[in-house]
DNA sequence: TATATTTGTGACTGATTAGTCAATCATGAA
DNA sequence: TTCATGATTGACTAATCAGTCACAAATATA
């Protein structure tokens, strides 16, 4: 593993557990088994690797999501790909949804460049025209049901993860709330 | 203002803008016109202003969303005042609806007492169980429920947070929105 | 008025911080 | 073997931090 892998790493599961500011740049390279100085060979500075590590985290989130999105299918089953492929990714990697979702509610998200944040948000976005332009979907703003469906996400996360489910009822409570969220869009 | 509504409103301030471990006591003390040792009179530590902040928000929230709902209403018109008026108050007061969410996705969660949480989603999980009880409300798990509506509520907010809208369309979407939510679960 | 009690002050401290830098190391070419 | 190069190191620093404390001001009690 390379070393600045590593500390991307070391620097997740403490900012997870600790907070950024109450992550001590000394303690990300101790926890990644460097030294002090290493870890601004790598990034400059302790804001650049906080923004380094979201725009690593959510690169890796779109690739499992475009892998697990099927292009030739209809809109819904397309849309219904990316919603449970990034639910499952969510379900999986929880320390890393966990990151991105206290960077996106902190002073943070500000650093971000507008045009990364975009691009990210842009394939779900181009999707959703498609399917209003199709009359599949509700002719309502494509950003607002980007919102809705994004949050009830994170919705179904937080309840999922506050239960002790077996994978089947897991698979089954996602199912059942995604045919009534594509309702209510429909 | 009482010494310590005026550290609590500056800490308010400071913590949106800068995080929780970003902003130093001191500066703390200092927008709130008091000094340093002023600060540990009222709160014992940092960590302890911090909770009682995020406390005396959301109970600041549910004495909003008590008085603008109807207790004798039907159970649609309550959820509906409960969900709406939570809006209507995140709208009002941006600053402190992005502390809930901040304190939300942080470590700091953790230190919440769960009593504190649970009083919180209290009333609104009662009023749930009645409508499904009822046969108003599908019958998923309640804070299933809880946590889709509420949910939304923020994806709605962020909508309309990003757009320069009138008070007239902001009302229309909010209208629009609700409906389909409450189709979506009945 | 005199005394007691509560409340407020800000200089102070030991610990911790982000970031630096001169020295060391590993590697591979000549 | 020698030398050059770039990666790695960790001791170091100036700044900042949360929290303390001896004292002063304000208020209450007598």
């Known amino acids: 593993m390379e070393r600045k892998d590593l500390i991307l ?5 403490l900012f997870v557990d600790k907070g950024f500011h109450g992550t001590a740049t000394g303690k990300i390279a101790q926890e990644a088994g460097v030294a ?3 870890l601004f060979q790598y990034f400059k500075t302790k804001d650049e690797l906080v923004i380094a590590l979201y725009i690593h ?3 890796e989130l779109a690739e499992y999501v475009s892998k ?3 292009g030739n ?5 397309t849309i219904k790909s990316q919603i449970l ?3 499952y990714w969510a379900l999986d990697n929880p320390v890393k949804f966990q990151f991105i979702q206290q960077l996106h509610t902190s002073p943070y998200i500000g650093q971000v460049e507008q045009e990364v944040l ?3 948000i842009e394939p779900h976005l181009t999707l959703i025209h498609k399917g209003i332009k199709q009359g599949i979907l509700k002719p309502l703003p494509a950003d607002l049901i980007y919102s809705l469906l994004s949050n009830q996400v994170f919705g179904l996360y937080q309840f999922i993860t506050s239960k002790k ?7 089954e409570t996602i199912q059942t709330t995604f045919e009534m969220l594509w309702d209510m869009l429909t």
């Open 36 to 38: 002090n100085g290493t």
């Open 85 to 87: 492929s990034t639910l």
């Open 73 to 77: 299918a209809d809109i819904k089953e």
């Open 68 to 70: 697990n999105t099927a």
């Open 165 to 171: 489910f077996s994978k089947a009822k897991q698979n």
């Open 57 to 59: 985290i959510k690169d």
């Open 9 to 13: 790493k070391a620097a997740l599961k």
């Open 118 to 120: 975009y691009k990210q």
